[in-house]
């Protein structure tokens, strides 16, 4: 009876265990599976973190969710999505709500990561002195922390405004300090730091130094299956390579970079490849194809709010337009490009867009407005004073021409000849007409006096024409007078600069250079041979204002450095032998 006992309690016992697990596992499912979902999206947003429509997809089922992990990546995720399509003031709403719902003590790696995403739209939307001081902030805690990759990350974004703002010195700093950190603790991240470093070296001009920084950059990039950092550096050596009017190697890096993009299916990315197309064709002067990719880069970014895309693309429709079509059209494309690119506080490219300004005016037949936005935006201030000197000597010169031309003086000789013949043959003559001899002869005197002193005045207006022409000569040997009538001094000319069709005149008493139009080419042979040398395809320099010389740079007086390139080193040395023997 015992037993009995004994086994049914211990199989009533078993029952409420198993029905326990079976209430446990009915009550719980629902929750693992939620739990298991969120999972799910999370790696799907981030394996398809490159098409924004997906994204999107995944990231408003996140936030269906009542859990902070998904809320935030929900927010997240769909902030990127309008990132990637350049609708920034959206991205940054959804990055605002994502950060409200992360917890900076317990969850720092994701906080921090999507404030960082956040001063990214600062960035791109212009407001700088925000996203400076996001990354600031992110920096000094990464300090803190003594977290070197957070700061080796902040400082490549710092490096980014820099440049944007055109403080290339800044930039380049922090752009090596974030190699020197990713080159010890993380080589995975290297690449996008050489990547920044050699698009600043390539808006410095420097092209051999920025293509040897991107091509290593590209290899790195593609030893981590980072493949849009490596479509990115063939994108920026194809653009270098333009620069120096190398169309062919431009194409061919071109191809590489929309190879990439194609294979991750990238079409945003495809507006920045047509860009380049349509820069590439616009160089080779072919009209078909340049107006093919360009009205392809147009329909792609049609549904884009990107305003940094909108000013480049604005500015790239003016090239066209003044190459092949209406300078009108061109001047209404640069106008847009600039009011966008003040809006956003981007100065690095304005030389661009105002040179581009200039020409468009004078495309559509406007020289003086094409001088005056030069002198706008360079501030100049003309100095007349010797070409007044000059004008003078002209006047004098025509006021001689016109009143005592050698036409007078002829006409004078021969009336004198005239009458003494007359005269002489008078003289013979009758008695009777001694009377009339006389009065010709009286008449021959006056006439020879008049010739006299009209040739004597005659040379004395040569003799001072004279003076003041040698005078405009010595001048002219210490001075150069340009297109625009501002007058140069030698010893005040420490530089000149090539910029496009303009040049760049630098004097050590002014602030702002002098411009005129033309070349470097036709300046030369005004120039004294032994004291102005061309170091550089966009430099000619005064050798009395050489501070220091070193194997690839001038550095002057003023502690500005120029470049010397090989190609001018040689005639550079011959000179500098030449002053020293």
């Not at 043959?425 to 006439?447: D, E, H, N, Q, T």
């Not at 006096?449 to 005659?458: I, T």
Request: with cysteine.
């Amino acid at each position: 009876m015992a037993s009995l006992a004994t086994y049914l309690w211990k199989t009533k016992s078993t029952f409420v265990l198993f029905l326990y697990l079976i209430l446990t596992l009915f009550c719980y499912s629902p929750l693992f599976s939620q739990t298991t979902r969120i999972s799910e999206l999370i790696e799907l947003s981030k394996k398809n973190s490159r098409y924004p429509d997906s994204l999107a997809v995944y990231g408003k089922e996140l936030i269906t969710y009542d859990d902070a992990t998904a809320l935030i990546e929900g927010h997240f995720a769909i902030g990127y999505s309008f990132y990637q399509k350049g609708i920034m003031e959206s991205a940054g709403l959804y990055y605002d709500t994502a950060l409200n719902y992360a917890d900076p003590q317990r969850e720092y790696l994701v906080y921090s990561r999507i404030k960082r995403n956040r001063g990214i739209v600062y960035q791109r939307m212009g407001e700088f002195q925000k996203a400076k001081d996001v990354y600031e902030t992110l920096f000094k805690e990464a300090k803190d922390q003594g977290n070197e990759l957070g700061q080796a990350l902040m400082h490549n974004q710092l490096g980014v405004i820099s440049q944007a703002q055109g403080n290339y010195n800044e930039a380049a700093d922090d752009f090596n300090k974030a190699i020197e950190i990713y080159s010890r603790k993380d080589s995975s991240n290297i690449a996008n730091a050489l990547l920044n470093l050699g698009t600043l070296y390539g808006r410095m001009d420097l092209i051999d130094e920025s293509n040897s920084k991107l091509l290593i950059a590209a290899d790195v990039a593609k030893g981590f299956n980072q493949l849009v950092i490596q479509a990115r550096c063939y994108n920026n050596v194809s653009v270098n390579y333009r620069k120096i009017s190398k169309t062919d190697s431009s194409n061919y890096y071109l191809s590489l970079n929309e190879k990439l993009y194609k294979r991750l299916n990238n079409s945003l990315a495809l507006i920045e490849v047509y860009q380049n197309k349509t820069s590439n064709y616009l160089v080779m002067e072919n009209k078909d194809s340049t107006y093919f990719y360009l009205s392809k880069t147009l329909e792609l970014n049609e549904s884009s709010q990107d305003l940094y895309r909108e000013a480049q693309l604005d500015f790239l429709k003016g090239k066209v337009e003044v190459k092949f079509g209406d300078a009108e059209l061109a001047i209404q494309s640069v106008n847009a490009a600039i009011t966008k690119s003040l809006k956003q506080n981007r100065v690095d490219n304005l030389d661009d867009h105002y040179l581009l300004l200039s020409e468009a005016y004078e495309k559509a037949g406007n020289t003086q407005a094409a001088l005056a936005i030069m002198r706008k935006w360079k501030n100049l201030n003309d100095s007349i004073e010797i070409y007044r000197n000059i004008k003078t000597i002209q006047e004098i010169t025509s006021a001689y021409d016109f009143a005592r031309s050698e036409e007078v003086i002829k006409q004078s000789r021969e009336q004198t000849t005239f009458f003494q013949r007359l005269s002489t043959r008078l003289a013979i003559g009758a008695v009777i007409l001694a009377a009339l001899s006389v009065f010709l002869y009286l008449k021959f005197k006056k006439k020879s006096s008049e010739a006299e002193l009209r040739e004597s005045e005659v040379n004395e207006l040569k003799l001072k024409v004279a003076e003041l022409q040698q005078t405009v000569k010595q001048s002219a040997s210490n001075f150069i007078t340009l297109k625009s009538k501002a007058v140069i001094p030698l010893d005040k000319l420490m530089f000149i600069q090539s910029d496009g069709h303009y040049l760049e005149f630098f004097l050590d008493n002014k602030d702002r250079p002098e411009i005129d139009r033309g070349t470097l080419k036709e300046l030369k042979s005004d120039l004294p041979v032994n004291t102005f040398i061309q170091v550089h395809r966009s430099y000619i320099i005064n050798i009395h204002f050489i501070r220091e010389v070193y194997a690839n740079r001038v550095v002057l007086q003023n502690n500005h450095e120029l470049n010397i390139s090989r190609s001018f080193k040689t005639s550079m040395d011959e000179i500098f032998q030449s002053k020293a023997s």
